[in-house]
C-alpha cells in the first residue's frame, strides 16, 4: 500500500477530501498553523488569497462554562468515566506524573465528595496507609466544629461506604480529640501509638472494633491561611506502622491540591446554591403580583413556594393586629392621603354638611410595646412539611397560648432577628419548653420580622427544626431574611390593592351621592318645564349690553333654555324638553357659589356666546352640531370653579393640580362637565349618532380648554395673522377650531365690553374674588400676593384694569372688529371702559402725589362720568387714542402673569 504513497496521490487525496484535512489539523496540527479562533491554515493558491474575516457573531464569553452550570444544576451533567488507577500503577508512577494525575482531576471534578474520596483513596496507596477520613469546618466563628464528610477511605471503598450524610456525620468541636485539635492549632499531629495520646477517643473503636494504631492528622487551609477541614490517616500497614516524615511531605502535598478543591468545589456549590435561591426568590416575587386579592392566600402562596427553601419541618407566619387593620389606614402615599380627605369633603359638600375629613393625624398613635403582652397577632399561618404542605391557619386562642407565638412577640418587642439553637437550655425565655401543647417538640429556630415600607414590624417568620436536625447557620438566616422581605412585600401590595379597591368602592358611593344631590331634583325639572319661556328679543338676549342683574335665578335659567330653543337645537338634535331642563338645572347646581366665577357668569359667557353667533353673523360659519357644543361649552366653561387659579392650585399641591399638569382647572371643568352628561336623565346628546357624539365631545374639550388664557396667548398670533390677510370663511378645520378658540376668550372676558354701570359692578365681583385668594395665600401659605390679589392694593384697581384692557382685551376684540363690522359693538363697549378706568386711574395717582384741593366740588373728586366738562375734554384724547391703537404681543405684566 506504501508503494502508492507519493505526493502527488497524497495531494489528489487531499484535494478530493477537504473534511479529512481539517479533521487531521484540527487533531495534530502544530500551533503555529492554529489560528486564535481554533481553526487552521487551509492551503491556497497564490493567484487566489482569501482574506480570513474576523467573527462577530461568537462572543468571547463562557458559553461552555454556562452551559456547564445550567446542566449541574438541573441535574443532567453527564461525567466522565474514569478508570482510577490502582495500586500498582500509581506507584509505579513518577512523582510529577501523579501530581499531573492529580491536577487533572481538580479540573474536571466539580464533586467536592468524588474529588476527596480519590485524594484520600491516593494517598492511601502512596502512603501505605489502611484508611483515611476528611472532616470540614462547620458553624460560626464563634461556635465552630468539625463533621465528618468522608469517612474510613480504604483503596477498595466506595465512595456511597465512605460518605456521610448530614444524618449520620459525626461532629467533633475545635479543640476536642485530635481532629479538633489540629483544627484549633493549625499543626500537623503523627502519632505512633493512639492508644497512648490522652487526646485520642477510644469509644469509636470500641464501637467500629477497628484497632487504630498510629495517625498522621493534618489542617487543611484556604488560600488565607484559614483552616476550612481536617484530614487524617490511619494505621500505616508496611514497616513498624509508623508514618515517616516522607509520608508527611507527600500527604501535605496532596492536601494543598485538596484544599484548592475543596475551596473551588465549595464556591461552585454556593453559586448552585445562590442561582436555586435567586430562581426561587423570581419566583416568590411573580407570586406576589398573580395573587393580591387575599392577604391570607398570597401568604399561603408564598408559603408553598418557599418550601424547597426553608427546609425545616415547621414555619409559621404571625401577622400582628397593624397589619391587617381594615379601613385604608395603611395606605401611604400622599396621592391617597389626599384621596381620602377630599372623598369626605365631596361626601359631606353632597349632602350640604360642613366637611370633617377623617384625618390620620386625629388618630392617635399607637404606643410601641413595652412588653411582650402589649404584642398582639391577629392572624397564623403554619406550614407542616410532614403534612405535604398543607397549611394550617391556627385559632386565635391557639396563638394566644402558642409557645412559638411568646417567641415571635420577643422578636417584634425587640426588633431585631433571633436564632436559637437549643431551646430546652436556654434560658432567655423563662419556663418556656421546647413542646407546644400539639405535643411538637421544638429543637432549634430561627426568627424574623418583617418589615413594611415605614420600617414597621408587621408581622413575624418562624422557622422550626431544621430537616437534617443541625442548628440554623448565617446562610439559614440570609435565607429566611429574603424570604421575610418578600413576605413584606407581598403583605404591602396586597394592602394597597385592597386598600385601592376600598378607596375605589368608596368613590363609586361618592359618586352615587353626588350624582344625587349635584342632580336637579324631579320637582325642579316639572317645574321649569311648566314655565313659559321669555322671547329671547323681548329680553334682550340679542344685544351686546343685555344686563342679567335685574334677572333672579329661574329667570336665567329660562333665558338660557330660550338660546337653546330659539336656536333651534331641541328640535334640530331631538333633545327632550325635559332632559335639557334637568340639564340646565343640573349645570346651575354645580357651579359653587364663590363670588364671580359662579353660574352668572357662565349664563353671560354663554349670552355672549349666542349674541356673536346671531347678532354678530357668525351663525354662516357654522354647522348645528357645533353650534351646540360652543354653547354648552360656554355654559360649562367654569364648572365647579373654585374661587382660585391654576397657579394657586399648583402652590397648594392640590389632587386637581396632581390630575393635571397643564390647565388645571380648565381640565377639570371639562371632566365635570361629562360627569354631568352622563347623570342619569341629563344626556342632551341622547339621540346624537356615535360619530356626532365623538365629535361634539371633542369639541366641547378644544372650547372649554381654550377658555386658559396661557392657550389664548399661544394662539393669538396665527388668528392676527388670518385676520390681517382678510380671511372670512374658516373653513378649513385648524382655521375654525382658531375661531371657535378666539371666540370662548371674547365670550369669557366679555364683561368688560359690557355699559360702565355693569362693568364696574362686576370688575368689583372679580377683585374680591381675587383679594379672596389674596387672603389664602397670606394665611395659608405665608406668601404676600401679587398686587391684583393684595386687598391692602386695591386703590390701585383702576391702574390694573387698564393693563388688562391692553393686554388681553383690546387685541382680541380689535381683531374681531376688523374681521366682522357687526363685532364692533364689543370693542366700542371695551374703548368706553378704558376711559372710565384711566380717569378713575387719574385721579388716584393725583390723590397720591398731591393733597385734594379745598375748593374742588364733590363732583370733581369724584366719579369722571359725573362731571359733563370733564367728559367733554376727553373727547378728543379718546379719538386720538384709538387711532393709535394696534395689536401687539402681551408685556409681561402683573395681570398677564395671574390670568
Not at 135 to 164: A, Q
Not at 473 to 497: K, P, R, V, W
Not at 725 to 748: R, W
Amino acid at each position: 500500500m506504501t508503494e502508492n504513497l507519493n505526493p502527488t496521490n497524497v495531494e489528489n487525496y487531499l484535494i478530493k477530501n477537504p473534511e479529512f484535512l481539517k479533521s487531521y489539523l484540527s487533531k495534530h496540527g502544530a500551533p503555529d498553523i492554529t489560528h486564535k479562533d481554533g481553526s487552521h491554515s487551509e492551503p491556497s493558491s497564490p493567484e487566489i488569497k482569501i482574506k480570513r474575516l474576523p467573527n462577530f457573531t461568537s462572543g468571547r464569553g463562557n458559553s461552555i462554562t454556562t452551559s456547564i452550570f445550567k446542566k449541574y444544576v438541573e441535574g443532567n451533567l453527564e461525567r466522565i468515566k474514569k478508570t482510577s488507577k490502582d495500586r500498582n500503577q500509581l506507584l509505579s508512577m513518577s512523582e510529577d506524573e501523579v501530581f499531573m494525575e492529580l491536577i487533572r482531576d481538580i479540573a474536571t471534578e466539580l464533586d467536592v465528595n468524588v474529588l476527596c474520596h480519590k485524594i484520600l483513596k491516593n494517598v492511601s496507596i502512596l502512603t501505605r496507609s489502611d484508611r483515611g477520613s476528611l472532616f470540614l469546618v462547620r458553624g460560626s466563628k464563634g461556635n465552630r466544629y468539625l463533621v465528618s464528610k468522608l469517612f474510613d477511605v480504604t483503596e477498595v471503598s466506595t465512595i456511597s461506604e465512605s460518605l456521610h450524610t448530614e444524618e449520620t456525620e459525626i461532629k467533633v468541636p475545635f479543640g476536642k480529640g485530635i481532629a479538633g485539635f489540629v483544627a484549633e492549632s493549625k499543626d500537623t499531629v503523627n502519632i505512633k501509638d493512639a492508644y497512648e495520646d490522652p487526646r485520642f477517643n477510644k469509644d469509636v473503636d470500641l464501637k467500629t472494633g477497628y484497632r487504630t494504631h498510629s495517625i498522621l492528622c493534618m489542617p487543611i487551609l484556604n488560600y488565607e491561611g484559614e483552616v476550612i477541614g481536617v484530614a487524617q490517616i490511619i494505621n500505616k500497614v508496611t514497616g513498624n506502622h509508623e508514618f515517616t516524615k516522607q509520608d508527611e511531605d507527600v500527604f501535605r502535598k496532596y492536601l494543598i491540591f485538596c484544599g484548592i478543591g475543596i475551596t473551588n468545589a465549595q464556591l461552585f456549590e454556593l453559586s448552585v446554591q445562590e442561582y436555586k435561591r435567586n430562581q426561587l426568590l423570581l419566583n416568590l416575587a411573580r407570586g406576589i403580583f398573580e395573587e393580591q386579592t387575599s392577604l391570607e392566600r398570597l401568604i399561603q402562596k408564598v408559603m408553598l413556594d418557599s418550601q424547597d427553601m426553608l427546609k425545616c419541618e415547621r414555619c409559621t407566619v404571625y401577622l400582628t393586629e397593624e397589619s391587617m387593620s381594615k379601613g385604608g389606614k395603611n395606605l401611604t402615599g400622599m396621592f391617597a392621603k389626599i384621596l381620602k380627605k377630599q372623598f369626605y369633603k365631596l361626601l359631606a359638600l353632597a349632602v350640604h354638611q360642613d366637611p370633617h375629613p377623617e384625618e390620620d393625624s386625629n388618630v392617635q398613635a399607637k404606643a410601641k410595646p413595652t412588653s411582650t403582652k402589649d404584642v398582639l397577632f391577629s392572624m397564623a399561618f403554619d406550614l407542616y412539611a410532614k403534612d405535604g404542605g398543607n397549611i394550617r391557619v391556627p385559632s386565635a386562642a391557639e396563638v394566644a397560648k402558642s409557645r412559638n407565638a411568646e417567641i415571635a412577640r420577643h422578636v417584634v418587642l425587640k426588633g431585631t432577628p433571633l436564632n436559637v439553637s437549643e431551646i430546652q437550655i436556654d434560658a432567655m425565655f423563662g419556663k418556656i419548653r421546647g413542646f407546644e401543647d400539639d405535643g411538637f417538640k421544638t429543637k432549634n429556630m430561627l426568627c424574623m420580622p418583617i418589615f413594611n415600607n415605614e420600617k414597621k414590624i408587621i408581622g413575624v417568620t418562624l422557622l422550626v427544626n431544621k430537616l437534617n436536625g443541625v442548628p440554623f447557620n448565617e446562610n439559614d438566616a440570609n435565607i429566611i431574611e429574603a424570604f421575610s422581605i418578600f413576605t413584606g412585600l407581598g403583605i404591602h401590595n396586597c394592602q394597597m390593592y385592597e386598600n385601592a379597591c376600598r378607596l375605589m368602592a368608596k368613590q363609586t358611593v361618592a359618586l352615587e351621592v353626588l350624582s344625587y344631590h349635584a342632580t336637579a331634583q324631579q320637582e325642579e325639572t316639572d317645574k321649569l318645564m311648566a314655565s313659559e319661556f321669555p322671547p329671547g328679543k323681548d329680553i334682550g338676549l340679542y344685544t351686546f349690553e343685555f344686563n342679567d342683574i335685574p334677572l333672579d335665578e329661574l329667570e336665567t335659567v329660562k333665558c338660557t333654555i330660550t338660546m337653546f330653543q330659539e336656536a333651534n337645537l331641541l328640535a334640530e338634535f331631538k333633545i327632550p324638553l325635559e332632559v335639557m331642563c334637568r340639564w340646565t338645572l343640573s349645570v346651575k347646581k354645580n357651579y359653587r357659589p364663590v363670588t364671580y366665577h359662579n353660574w352668572r357668569h357662565a349664563f353671560n359667557v354663554t349670552q355672549t356666546m349666542f349674541t356673536i353667533l346671531y347678532t354678530g353673523g357668525l351663525i354662516k360659519k357654522f354647522e348645528g352640531l357645533e353650534v351646540l357644543g360652543l354653547l354648552v361649552a360656554c355654559l360649562c366653561h367654569d364648572l365647579d370653579h373654585r374661587g382660585t387659579n391654576n397657579a394657586f392650585q399648583v402652590k397648594v399641591a392640590s389632587p386637581l393640580a396632581m390630575l393635571y399638569s397643564t390647565s388645571v382647572m380648565e381640565h377639570h371643568h371639562f371632566d365635570h362637565c361629562i360627569m354631568i352628561l352622563n347623570s342619569e336623565g341629563n344626556n342632551i346628546f341622547q339621540s346624537l349618532s356615535p360619530a356626532q357624539y365623538r365629535n361634539i365631545i371633542k369639541m366641547l374639550e378644544h372650547a372649554i380648554l381654550s377658555t386658559d388664557l396661557a392657550l389664548y396667548f399661544k394662539k393669538r398670533g396665527d388668528f392676527q395673522k388670518l385676520v390681517q390677510e382678510g380671511e372670512t370663511e374658516y373653513i378649513e378645520p385648524y382655521k375654525k377650531d382658531l375661531l371657535k378658540a378666539m371666540m370662548m376668550t371674547a365670550c369669557d372676558v366679555a364683561a368688560i365690553t359690557k355699559p360702565w354701570e355693569i362693568q364696574e359692578k362686576v370688575a368689583q365681583l372679580v377683585a374680591n374674588e381675587f383679594f379672596e385668594q389674596g387672603d389664602k395665600e397670606r394665611t395659608e401659605l405665608g406668601e404676600t400676593p401679587m398686587a391684583m390679589m393684595d386687598r391692602e392694593k386695591k386703590d390701585e384697581l383702576p391702574k390694573m384694569q387698564v393693563g388688562f384692557i391692553d393686554a388681553i382685551c383690546l387685541p382680541i376684540y380689535k381683531m374681531f372688529a376688523e374681521m366682522n363690522q357687526s363685532l364692533r359693538p364689543l370693542y366700542d363697549g371695551v374703548m368706553d371702559n378704558k376711559k372710565h378706568w384711566q380717569e378713575l386711574a387719574e385721579v388716584h395717582e393725583h390723590e397720591d402725589s398731591e393733597p385734594v384741593q379745598r375748593n374742588r366740588s364733590p363732583e370733581q373728586n369724584g366719579l369722571p362720568q359725573k362731571s359733563d366738562s370733564k367728559e367733554h375734554k376727553r373727547k378728543e384724547p379718546e379719538v386720538q387714542f384709538e387711532k393709535k391703537v394696534k395689536i401687539v404681543e402681551p408685556k409681561k405684566t402683573k395681570v398677564c402673569v395671574l390670568l
